[in-house]
């Protein structure tokens, strides 16, 4: 299957500060990109649905300027968590949807996750 | 919007047994049903996928049916081994929506 990195793998950081989390298709061209987060025991909730070029889409409930989304490539998107707050720490995991796959273009691809850790 | 239900939320299976996941969904315009396998720690991988023109795909020990008239699909693991323990994840898409809505997992354990 398709390939998805995360970077870091896990980050620790101080209340107020910034954070930065990189997703990256390693072996596809990704038009879209999502990133969820979740939490101890549930599932995945979506946050945005990113395009390349284009302004992410976030879902109800999330802030846009709290998360900052950039898909800058057709390789690379980036999720900034501003001025973080301790209930801000979870797991970030973002997806890249593989366009070019045959037989269709459904298809989803998880990157390993980042441990988010607010102090 | 679509609404996925799984059951059962946990699940416990001797090594060597099957293990059955079911998943029910709302839309009926929903025509893609991948599964992902998730471990401690580590991010949602695919496993198997199934759409709405196929009833039943099997990849190894792994198999997913589709019934479109009572809209619920359902993941079979066969001759099950330890490593299959982890959280499954059921999700459907419905065509021309990006969104994948996930199910609320269920977590495998396999009895050794």
């Known amino acids: 299957g398709a390939v998805v990195s995360q970077h870091p793998s896990w980050v620790i950081c101080k209340s107020g500060t910034s954070v930065k989390i990189e997703c990256r298709s390693l072996d596809f061209q990704a038009t879209t990109m999502f990133w969820y987060r979740q939490f101890p025991k549930q599932s995945l909730m979506l946050m945005a649905t990113?395009?390349?070029?284009?302004?992410?889409?976030?879902e109800q409930g999330v802030e846009k300027d709290k998360f900052l989304i950039n898909h800058a490539s057709l390789t690379l998107s980036t999720l900034t968590v501003t001025s973080a707050h301790p209930e801000d720490s979870s797991f970030y995991i973002c997806?890249?949807?593989?366009?070019?796959?045959?037989?269709?273009?459904?298809?989803?691809?998880f990157g390993p996750g980042t441990r988010l850790t607010v102090l | 919007g679509e609404n996925v239900e799984q059951h059962p939320s946990t699940l416990s299976v001797q090594e060597g047994d099957s293990a059955v996941i079911k998943c029910t969904y709302s839309d009926s315009a929903s025509n893609y049903f991948p599964w992902y396998k998730q471990e401690l720690g580590k991010g949602p991988q695919l496993i198997i996928d199934?759409?709405?023109?196929?009833g039943e795909k099997k990849d190894q020990r792994i198999a997913v049916t589709l019934n479109k008239t009572a809209k619920h699909f359902s993941l079979h693991i066969t001759e099950t081994q330890p490593e299959d323990s982890a959280v499954y994840f059921c999700?459907?898409?419905?065509?021309?929506?990006?969104?994948?809505?996930f199910g609320t997992g269920t977590r495998l354990t396999i009895i050794p």
């Open positions: 997806s890249a949807r593989n366009p070019g796959q045959a037989p269709s273009t459904d298809t989803q691809y």
């Open positions: 990113s395009n390349e070029g284009s302004k992410a889409t976030y």
């Open positions: 199934i759409r709405s023109n196929v």
């Open positions: 999700a459907a898409r419905d065509f021309g929506n990006e969104k994948l809505t």
